[in-house]
């Protein structure tokens, strides 16, 4: 599936950019799929205003691979999106694993639907970069691609502005998540995109739960022989937008308004800081991000999205002092949250 075949309605919704929540993993006490909840959580994340879904990727948990979960769940999602909505959707499969899973995994999502593949470089970390370009190039060939820069805490492979540059001339990428929690890093990716000529095909995403709104709002000027080339973020693909989905939605729209402007209000720029605040306790930063799947279930539990913070492995959960850190920015940021929204529908969304 070449990029050219994806509907142009739901290409340009990428291109331009949109909110893409990463979609977590309803369970019940038992650790099998919630359907019902999990049902839920997408119609949550289409009322709310999201342009799509990524589903499969971080957030729904790897683990989905090793239990038989990755197709009933892809599929779920597609279902769901597909009979609660008429507007398009850009539906974003995460593909995982050497080169023939990731294959497999990008022809089961390309049979479901999905329009794009949100590969992980996880299983490459001892390939070289030549290596790992091929592993592009292979899957490329199934799905159309958006890159992955993840961060190293979390498994990523700390890779050179010449891989990205590379990555961005393979013609079926269509975008790339920008999330190595790291300024220089992040700027890689930048350099690298430009270099390839690829701005106009290759819509960046922030994935940098760290540094959210600037990310959203400010513009990037990129240096080659003295000429200068503006770049900015597009939209964005988080984990961080699992949670509080509906005022997310009104920052990216609030960010977007106010790119290219000559000010932009200091408030604005502040919020930045409050909203990386609000991460800090949901990703578990203070532990190395090893609660950051069930910080976030954690506050859709709260809001009755989900039954309770179960992960497939029964090792990940809450770290110590992370429960008494969500009630402290829930209690500090209580206007950041859509307890109200979900308060309203629901019951709908369950039904």
């Known amino acids: 599936m070449h990029h050219s075949e994806i509907k142009a309605e739901v290409r340009k919704l990428i291109a331009d950019g949109t909110v893409l929540p990463a979609h977590p993993l309803a369970?019940?006490?038992s650790r099998a799929l919630d359907v019902r909840h999990q049902r839920a959580l997408t119609r949550y994340y289409l009322d709310a205003g999201a342009g799509g879904l990524a589903v499969g990727v971080h957030t729904t948990q790897f683990a989905i691979?090793?239990?038989?979960?990755?197709?009933?769940?892809?599929?779920?999602?597609?279902?769901t999106a597909a009979s609660w909505t008429k507007r398009p959707v850009a539906m974003i499969a995460g593909l995982a694993g050497p080169t023939q899973q990731a294959i497999a995994e990008a022809q089961t999502a390309r049979s479901i639907g999905y329009h794009g593949g949100l590969l992980?470089?996880?299983?490459?970390?001892?390939?070289?970069?030549?290596?790992?370009?091929?592993?592009c190039e292979a899957v490329a060939r199934e799905i159309p691609l958006v890159g992955f820069y993840l961060q190293p805490a979390v498994g990523g492979v700390i890779l050179s502005a010449d891989f990205w540059k590379r990555f961005a001339a393979i013609d079926n990428v269509i975008a790339i998540k920008i999330a190595p929690f790291n300024r220089y890093r992040t700027l890689d990716v930048l350099r690298g995109v430009a270099a390839?000529?690829?701005?106009?095909?290759v819509a960046l995403y922030t994935g940098n739960d760290d540094h959210i709104l600037l990310d959203l709002l400010l513009p990037f000027d990129l240096r080659d022989k003295g000429v200068t080339t503006r770049v900015y973020f597009k939209g964005g693909l988080l984990g961080h937008w699992s949670v509080w989905t509906a005022s997310a939605i009104r920052q990216f729209e609030t960010c977007k308004a106010a790119r290219?402007?000559?000010?932009?209000?200091?408030?604005?720029?502040?919020?930045?800081?409050?909203?990386?605040?609000?991460?800090?306790?949901?990703f578990d930063v203070a532990n190395n991000f090893h609660g950051c799947i069930?910080?976030?279930?954690?506050?859709?539990?709260?809001q009755g999205l989900m039954q309770g913070l179960w992960c497939l492995d029964p090792a990940e959960g809450l770290s110590p002092g992370q429960m008494q850190e969500i009630d402290r920015v829930c209690r500090e940021h209580v206007d950041l949250s859509d307890d109200g929204f979900v308060k309203a529908n629901l019951q709908k969304w369950l039904a």
């Open 294 to 302: 069930a910080g976030c279930h954690e506050i859709l539990r709260r």
């Open 120 to 135: 992980s470089l996880a299983a490459m970390k001892s390939e070289s970069e030549d290596d790992i370009i091929a592993h």
């Open 196 to 201: 390839a000529n690829a701005l106009d095909r």
């Open 27 to 29: 369970l019940d006490a």
């Open 260 to 282: 290219g402007k000559d000010t932009v209000p200091a408030d604005l720029l502040a919020l930045d800081a409050r909203v990386t605040d609000c991460n800090s306790a949901f």
């Open 65 to 79: 691979r090793d239990v038989g979960m990755y197709r009933p769940v892809l599929e779920l999602a597609a279902e």
